[in-house]
């Protein structure tokens, strides 16, 4: 079973839309979680972090189920910017080591 | 701040020959990774050093790959000799110690194996 398991898409979305993507992981002892944006071509870019409590940064809400092992990330207003594909990553220690991905989820947002 | 860099962009081989990558990470930090994507698969952790030393290197796929950090500066992933299979782009992050939370990644080499 993989670590961490992801809709591959992709999303095709209007400017302005809301879309949502969703994710799951295998391990229960995994203990930081992250959504890492990818553009084509591209390395990696962190996104944001994903924290118990729900967190948002601007137009981006990411939010972790501990219980259902279940992390989501929510686009509102979505931008012609906003076009990547969007890296669900876990790691199993708090601070330091090794990541898992899950294939991406690709987003296009058309004008 | 400069990133972390990749030396090459790409490279073309053909099976049976060495290849050697390089990943210079940001200034300072400790923490150095070596990830790869394989076509159609998801990113997958090769290995990891602190410093100098191998912290984990549970991801090597076989002994055809070989990773210094020599002086716990820049690092090399070596791939000898070289299989169809190796194709995929090799990646490359650091981290700081005391700040171990996000992992900043490299370009990324292109390797293809013909």
């Known amino acids: 079973r993989k670590e961490v398991e992801q809709d591959p898409g992709p999303f095709n979305v209007p400017e302005g839309a809301t879309v949502a993507f969703n994710c799951t992981y295998s391990?229960?002892?995994?203990?930081?979680f992250f959504w890492y944006r990818q553009d084509c071509r591209k390395e990696p870019k962190l996104l944001m972090s994903?924290?118990?409590s729900g967190n948002e940064d601007g137009r981006f809400t990411a939010q972790l189920n501990r219980a259902s092992q279940y992390i989501s990330l929510l686009i509102r207003d979505s931008k012609l910017s906003d076009s990547a594909t969007y890296l669900c990553?876990?790691?199993?220690?708090?601070?330091?080591?090794?990541?898992?991905f899950g294939r991406g989820t690709q987003l296009t947002v058309w004008p | 701040e400069a990133g972390v860099t990749q030396f090459p962009s790409h490279s073309v081989i053909e099976k049976g020959q060495t290849v050697t990558l390089r990943c210079d990470p940001i200034?300072?930090?400790?923490?150095l990774y070596w990830y790869r994507r394989v076509m159609g698969k998801e990113i997958k952790f090769l290995l990891h050093?602190?410093?100098?030393?191998?912290?984990?290197e549970s991801g090597m796929p076989n002994n055809r790959f070989l990773a210094e950090r020599t002086g716990g500066t820049y690092s090399t992933l070596k791939v000898q000799p070289a299989e169809l299979e190796d194709s995929g782009v090799y990646f490359c992050?650091?981290?700081?110690?005391?700040?171990?939370?996000?992992?900043?990644f490299g370009p990324g080499t292109r390797l293809l194996v013909l």
């Open positions: 992050a650091s981290s700081r110690l005391d700040q171990g939370e996000t992992q900043y």
């Open positions: 391990n229960s002892a995994s203990q930081s």
């Open positions: 994903v924290y118990s």
């Open positions: 990553v876990v790691r199993r220690g708090s601070t330091l080591g090794r990541l898992y």
């Open positions: 200034s300072g930090h400790d923490n």
């Open positions: 050093f602190v410093k100098e030393s191998k912290q984990d």
